[in-house]
């Protein structure tokens, strides 16, 4: 512990707790304690209408999870966890791909960067409306496109086999470029000398990228993952403007905010599927940091 | 002769693989949007994927009119401005004792609130306590509850560790008070990460949709997201329409994107560092002290 320069003799002792003190305190209303209230609340019956009692129940909750509502919450896990794959592998090939594509600094190159960035800056209301349009199964281009190709005809958003897959490559089209960034900027650090020493021993292309680039991204692949699988595992503003969560798209977050603020709201209900979702992102995060710190040691 | 002939044309299908991608895959969805926002409604029902034939404008002025996009611009503009500035004072008063180790367990202090950021998302209990509080359906209440996230803190407490400590000491000497040297000397010397958080917080206050669907009821508090949404909800068989809409929704993160892509693509690149410090938790504290 160092001693502040600042203020009197008398002012030193307090003056850091006072710098802390708002930021602190707004954080503790609300940020902290509804955060940790989820888990009160999960105990609870709560609808959420004003005026009607807290009524502790226990593990109720927990327990029509498990069996009166045991399909819906099952199927919604599930979901999550299709989810959460999909997007995080799709993101980090896509990514990769594009990184390696266009990580020099060339013409054009910038503005190619920027485009691919783009999707993102925008809100989730303007990609959901966006590709509701491209998705429209009367008027939308990808119907006759899909048409021209298979003869067929799809619903698109609006159908269970192919609604999920859609959201997440949605998902996957609005962050990848965040992705290629990360990992642009770490091919920019590994060392030229390395690739001509690989091309001097005869390595190939694919060589070098499997015993040289791979490796050396072993980092921001971690960053990557990480911060990709993380992000998408509580997802549901984007699902909410796509689908609502029909059609085989309700994952655990929608799931939640469903009940929680649905026609027929139960907060006590909702606030136990977040910590549901609160359980799983942690467990996915361990495991997905385990094995990738592990990774990046051994090589 | 001939290697450079083949340079060139590599070089050249490398181009077009970079074109092809970027806009063809990244663009071409919005760019059809926005053509379909100069279509009558008939056109588009007869001709949805061509280019507009007489290039129509009424879209846009019926879909503001229609949609109090007025309103909900300057709402927006509140919701994004407020908070983000609010934010970024906070998180510097919170980061500066914090990383020069003015408390006794400044370490702790930081881990606690590196920890709290993996805590459950609290928006239920959020939305029952904003009803008990009175900041449910508010302006001011939407405002203070934005405003006071603390986020930001993290990247500012290793970034302020860059900056002498023997800077500090000096300064104290000649008298200068704490706040005035944050403000007049530590401030400006965060310019680059208040400039790069600031601006991602600002698109994220701005792209808002989940914390407006929640605790904003009246229409006349909404921001653009959400009135976007509720338009499109209501004027879904009207596609030209709810396209202009969504240009005029898309369009200030647009040119606030044109002007400064470049800082928000460099904020990644070296936000990859900072991330890393993120992955491993309260490393950057442990290391220094």
Request: charged residues 10%; glycine residues 10%; neutral net charge.
């Amino acid at each position: 512990m160092s001693t502040i320069p600042f203020g009197t003799r008398r002012t030193r002792r307090w003056l850091p707790w006072a710098s802390i003190a708002v930021p602190t305190i707004g954080w503790l209303i609300f940020g902290l304690f509804p955060s940790v209230s989820t888990v009160f609340f999960s105990f609870t019956e709560y609808s959420g209408f004003p005026g009607t009692p807290l009524h502790f129940c226990g593990m109720c909750n927990y327990s029509n999870a498990f069996n009166s509502s045991w399909s819906d919450f099952s199927s919604s896990v599930e979901v999550t966890l299709k989810y959460v794959a999909g997007v995080t592998v799709l993101q980090i090939a896509i990514g990769l791909g594009l990184a390696l594509l266009l990580r020099h600094r060339r013409k054009g190159f910038g503005l190619y960067r920027a485009l691919i960035f783009m999707p993102q800056v925008f809100s989730v209301t303007i990609v959901g409306v966006l590709f509701s349009l491209v998705f429209d199964p009367q008027n939308g281009p990808a119907e006759p496109i899909y048409h021209g190709l298979t003869g067929g005809t799809s619903a698109f958003l609006g159908d269970q086999n192919w609604a999920l897959a859609l959201v997440v490559l949605i998902n996957v089209w609005m962050f990848s470029g965040y992705t290629m960034l990360v990992y642009i900027a770490a091919l920019r650090r590994i060392p030229p000398e390395l690739y001509e020493a690989a091309s001097l021993d005869g390595a190939g292309r694919f060589r070098t990228f499997r015993h040289i680039t791979w490796p050396l991204l072993a980092n921001a692949t971690t960053v990557n993952v990480f911060l990709t699988a993380m992000g998408c595992v509580g997802e549901y503003a984007l699902i909410r403007v796509l689908t609502d969560g029909n059609y085989g798209t309700k994952t655990l977050g929608m799931y939640m905010f469903d009940t929680a603020f649905g026609v027929n709201p139960s907060l006590g209900y909702g606030s136990m599927l977040a910590v549901w979702q609160f359980i799983i992102t942690l467990v996915i995060g361990s495991v997905l940091l385990f094995f990738l710190r592990r990774r990046e040691v051994t090589l | 002769m001939s290697l450079r002939l083949k340079e060139i044309a590599r070089t050249g299908g490398l181009q077009l693989v970079c074109i092809v991608i970027s806009v063809g895959f990244f663009a071409l969805p919005l760019i059809y949007l926005a053509l379909q926002a100069f279509k009558t409604n008939n056109e588009f029902l007869n001709n949805p994927t061509g280019l507009p034939h007489p290039w129509t404008f009424s879209n846009f002025s019926d879909a503001w009119s229609e949609g109090d996009f007025s309103n909900e611009m300057v709402n927006s503009l509140l919701y994004a401005i407020v908070p983000d500035v609010v934010t970024l004072i906070l998180g510097v008063f919170l980061a500066f004792p914090i990383s020069r180790g003015w408390f006794k367990h400044s370490n702790v202090l930081y881990g606690f609130f590196v920890f709290s950021g993996f805590l459950p998302a609290g928006l239920i209990p959020l939305f029952i306590e904003a009803q008990k509080i009175g900041t449910y359906n508010s302006r001011i209440g939407y405002l203070i509850m934005t405003s006071l996230t603390g986020a930001g803190f993290f990247f500012f407490v290793g970034y302020i560790k860059t900056i002498p400590r023997e800077m500090d000491e000096a300064a104290a000497l000649d008298g200068c008070g704490y706040i005035r040297y944050i403000f007049t000397m530590i401030v400006p010397q965060m310019k680059p990460a208040l400039a790069t958080f600031g601006i991602f917080g600002f698109v994220a206050g701005w792209n808002n949709l989940i914390l407006p669907l929640v605790m904003l009821n009246d229409q006349s508090l909404w921001p653009v997201t959400r009135g976007l949404f509720s338009f499109f909800g209501q004027y879904s068989s009207q596609w030209p329409l709810v396209a202009a809409a969504t240009i005029i929704v898309a369009l200030p993160i647009l040119v606030v994107f044109a002007i400064l892509q470049r800082n928000l693509v460099e904020g990644v690149a070296g936000g990859a560092a900072a991330g890393s410090g993120g992955v491993a938790v309260a490393q950057p504290v442990e290391n220094n002290e």
